[in-house]
């Protein structure tokens, strides 16, 4: 198995969990948490900050003596609603209490900020198209970097069936701004229907890394540097949840010059 592929471990509780630690890397965390109804979570924050996306269903949570009654609600993924999520700053205690079953992505970085928690509200989101024919593909800005954090950036993306995503393939990992950030990242995928599978290729200029994985409904995918392209294969569309984080808390990217033809 890929080592940049990570497998679910069980059905419920926390069944991802990538840290900087076993990752091997300095920023970007990702846990992912399933609970049923009435279930509760509890963490602490310590130096890191949160973005808590409920991919489906809603939550309730206190966050030290903060209280938010219903965050989400999203029940029906692939119908490309928008939905609800949390921002929790560092040094907060946070319980979570699961309204109904709920699939929730915990997705963090370093924090700093000192801002306060808020729920992050429908109209707070930006929707986009990007790419076109065979390339399209739908965005969710859950937090870009236009709303505050001190270095979490969290976006989701709907691939149909057939189609190409993070493509032509791009890469953010040297810090030589503007034309490129440097920023860790994971993707969380999900399959419509759940049979499926995806690929997704990481690779680097001199192929020190490169890994195609099959991925199929559940699975993270990490990449610590390279382009990193996703194939959604006829009859299944493909969602991902991208965590983002480096030492700077923009997005630029660099397009494989090979492919970048294709756009000009």
């Known amino acids: 198995m890929s ?3 990570i ?3 069980g059905q419920q509780g926390t069944v991802i969990d990538i840290t900087p630690e076993n990752a091997g890397w300095s920023f970007v965390g990702f846990k992912l948490v399933k609970l049923k109804s009435g279930d509760i979570f509890k963490f602490q924050t310590e130096d890191r900050e949160y973005c808590l996306v409920p991919i489906t269903g809603a939550f309730d949570a206190s966050t030290n003596d903060i209280q938010f009654e219903g965050v989400g609600g999203r029940q029906n993924l692939f119908a490309q609603e928008l939905t609800e ?3 929790v700053p560092e040094k907060t205690r946070v319980t979570i209490t699961a309204a109904g079953d709920l699939e929730l992505g915990m997705c963090s970085a370093p924090g700093g900020s000192g801002l306060p928690a808020r729920r992050i509200g429908r109209s707070d989101q930006a929707q986009s198209t990007r790419g076109q024919g065979t390339n399209t593909r739908y ?4 937090l870009p970097e236009t709303q505050p954090a001190n270095s979490l950036l969290v976006v989701e993306v709907f691939t149909p069936a057939g189609n190409w995503s993070s493509y032509p393939p791009h890469k953010h990992c040297n810090d030589n701004i503007p034309e490129e950030s440097a920023l860790e990242e994971t993707y969380y995928h999900r399959i419509n ?3 499926g599978f995806a690929f997704q290729r990481v690779y680097t200029d001199d192929r020190s890394i490169d890994e195609t994985m099959a991925v199929e409904d559940g699975d993270c995918v990490k990449v610590p540097k390279g382009y990193h392209p996703v194939g959604a294969p006829h009859g299944y569309d493909n969602y991902y949840l991208n965590v983002m984080a480096g030492p700077k808390r923009v997005w630029h990217f660099k397009n ?3 492919h970048e ?3 000009r």
């Open 3 to 5: 080592s940049l592929l």
């Open 256 to 258: 494989d010059p090979e």
């Open 7 to 9: 497998k679910p471990n």
């Open 85 to 87: 999520h949390l921002f």
């Open 261 to 263: 033809w294709m756009i």
């Open 139 to 142: 965005i969710h800005d859950i």
């Open 193 to 195: 229907p759940p049979q």
